[in-house]
C-alpha cells in the first residue's frame, strides 16, 4: 500500500491533462491530485495507472477512465455534505473521489466478489462511505432516499425508474444511457413529475445488469 512522491508526480500530470480535456471544477480535480489511484488497481497495471485509460479489474469490470470519472462528477456538481447514491462500486475509485469531495456516498455494487474486495480497500486508505452495499442498482437504496444527486457507472439502455423516484427535487442523475455505445445524460428534476434532461456526448461503459445476483 505504498504511495510515493513518483506516485504524486504522476497525478499532478494527469490533473493538468485532464484539465486540458476540460475538466474546471477544481474540487473533483484536488481529489484526483490526492487519490493513489494505483491502489485501486492489479499490481500488473500500477505501472499504467495514471495514464487516461480505463483497466480490467474482478468479475469483468472495469475501473473508468480518469477523463470519464472526472467528467461524471463534474455533472453532478457535488457539494461538501451532499448525499450521492453511487450505482456501481466496482473498484472503488469513484467512491474515493465523490467521498474526497466530501460527500456522503451511498453505494451499491452487484457483483459479489468486487464488493468483497472494495469493502476491504477503502477503509485501509481511509476513504468511509456512509454505506456500501451488496444488491441491484437498478432499485437504488430506497431506505436511504431522496438522495441529492445519483451517478450510474454502468450503461443501462433506460433509466431505472426506481433511481428518478429516489431523486430530491432539484437534484441531478448522471447515467450513460445506451446499448453498445452509451450518451453521458444528465436528468435534473424539476419536481415531482419533471425532469430536465442534457445530453454530453458518447462514451463506452460495461454494462447495467438487472436481478443477477
Known amino acids: ?3 510515493t512522491s513518483k506516485h504524486q508526480g504522476l497525478r499532478n500530470q494527469l490533473v493538468k491533462l485532464l484539465e486540458g480535456k476540460g475538466i474546471v471544477d477544481k474540487n473533483v480535480l484536488e ?15 500500477e505501472q499504467y495507472a495514471y495514464q487516461d485509460k480505463a483497466f480490467p479489474i474482478s468479475a469483468g469490470q472495469t475501473i473508468s477512465q480518469p477523463y470519464t ?3 461524471q462528477t463534474q455533472l453532478l456538481e457535488v457539494k461538501k455534505g451532499d448525499k450521492v447514491l453511487e450505482i456501481g462500486t466496482g473498484s472503488g475509485y469513484q467512491t474515493a473521489v465523490l467521498c474526497t469531495m ?15 474486495k472494495t469493502s476491504l480497500l477503502l ?16 432499485k ?7 438522495f441529492d444527486s445519483i451517478i450510474v457507472t454502468a450503461g443501462a ?5 426506481p433511481l428518478m423516484e429516489q431523486l430530491k427535487i432539484g437534484g441531478r442523475l448522471v447515467i450513460p444511457l445506451g446499448k453498445n455505445e452509451q450518451i453521458m445524460t444528465l436528468l435534473i428534476r424539476k419536481n415531482e413529475t419533471q425532469f430536465e434532461k442534457h445530453e454530453h456526448g458518447e462514451f463506452r461503459f460495461v454494462p447495467l445488469l438487472e436481478d443477477k445476483n
Open 1 to 3: 500500500m505504498k504511495d
Open 123 to 138: 477503509p485501509k486508505l481511509g476513504i468511509r462511505p456512509k454505506h456500501l452495499s451488496f444488491g441491484d442498482g437498478y
Open 69 to 71: 470519472v472526472a467528467f
Open 157 to 161: 439502455p433506460t433509466i431505472p425508474k
Open 31 to 45: 481529489a484526483i491530485q490526492k487519490i493513489p489511484r494505483h491502489l485501486f488497481l492489479d499490481s500488473g497495471f
Open 102 to 116: 466530501g460527500a456522503k456516498v451511498y453505494s451499491i455494487e452487484r457483483q459479489l466478489e468486487l464488493f468483497k
Open 140 to 146: 437504488g437504496l430506497p431506505d436511504y432516499a431522496p
